[in-house]
């Protein structure tokens, strides 16, 4: 039997370069690819283009993963930007929709990571702090680390019945680089992990084992850090197990 295909969105350069070819080029964090890889899946890196059919792609991959990035645009979730929102990226925000919702309806497994946790959450109705700092004064533990960004900072309490605890256990140690959070949780989700400030750090499908989505960024923390490298595993072996359905 074939490889897994595993569709990872792209983030794009958004910086201006004499390099042709970086301009607006797509790109992924080089750990993601690789524990992907690793596990024996082929990771395959999606530029967002425009009037995609999300359907195209659902038929032709196993499962998705929606990368960290920038904020999300808050007309998304019925907000006008405000001062403290950072930069944002329409066009990869029309097109992860049109991704993520077709994966949806398909029931691929889908795993969200940082931004992509935040993206899923209001794509099904919740809502996200556009600016955790400033609209959350009881979140006091710092979630943009100032330690280098593979390193783990602060502590999270895991749900004992959740997808992540058979990776994680009852309580991890994570990385932390965000200013925006999830809010208000969406219907059809789940909050099964939060830090000690009461930020939530996951979400999962209420009645599934369809989504996983988290705050932290464990695809810089696999290396050295057994516990991320099986939460990656345990989401390539849901697309292996929805592949033999």
């Known amino acids: 039997m074939s490889k897994l295909r595993i569709a990872i ?6 910086y ?24 024996g899946a082929l990771p395959l890196v999606l530029p967002d283009v425009p009037d995609a059919d999300g359907s195209d792609y659902a038929e032709l991959f196993d499962a998705l993963v ?20 950072g930069t944002t990226n329409y066009l990869r925000d029309v097109f992860e929709t049109e991704i993520f919702r077709a994966f949806r309806a398909s029931g691929k497994p889908i795993f969200g990571i940082c931004r992509g946790c935040q993206l899923i959450n ?22 943009s680390q100032a330690a280098p960004g593979g390193y783990p900072t602060h502590h999270i309490t895991v749900e004992k019945d959740s997808v992540i605890a058979h990776a994680l256990g009852e309580r991890a140690f994570v990385n932390s680089r965000h200013h925006q959070a999830i809010r208000d949780v969406a219907p059809g989700l789940r909050a099964t992990a939060k830090a000690p400030d009461g930020v939530v750090e996951c979400v999962e499908s209420a009645d599934s084992d369809q989504i996983v989505a988290v705050q932290w960024h464990p695809e810089n923390m696999w290396q050295a850090h057994p516990e991320m490298r099986a939460l990656f595993a345990d989401f390539i072996a849901r697309a292996e197990a929805f592949r033999q359905k």
């Open 9 to 14: 969105t792209a983030d794009t350069y958004p």
């Open 66 to 85: 929606l990368p960290g990035g920038p904020d999300m645009d808050p007309t998304f979730f019925g907000e006008e930007p405000t001062w403290k929102i």
């Open 16 to 39: 201006a370069s004499d390099v042709t070819n970086l301009v607006r080029a797509p790109f992924t964090a080089r750990g993601l690819v690789d524990v992907i890889h690793e596990l």
């Open 122 to 143: 209001v794509l099904m109705g919740g809502t996200v702090y556009q600016d955790l700092p400033s609209q959350n004064p009881d979140a006091y533990i710092r979630h």
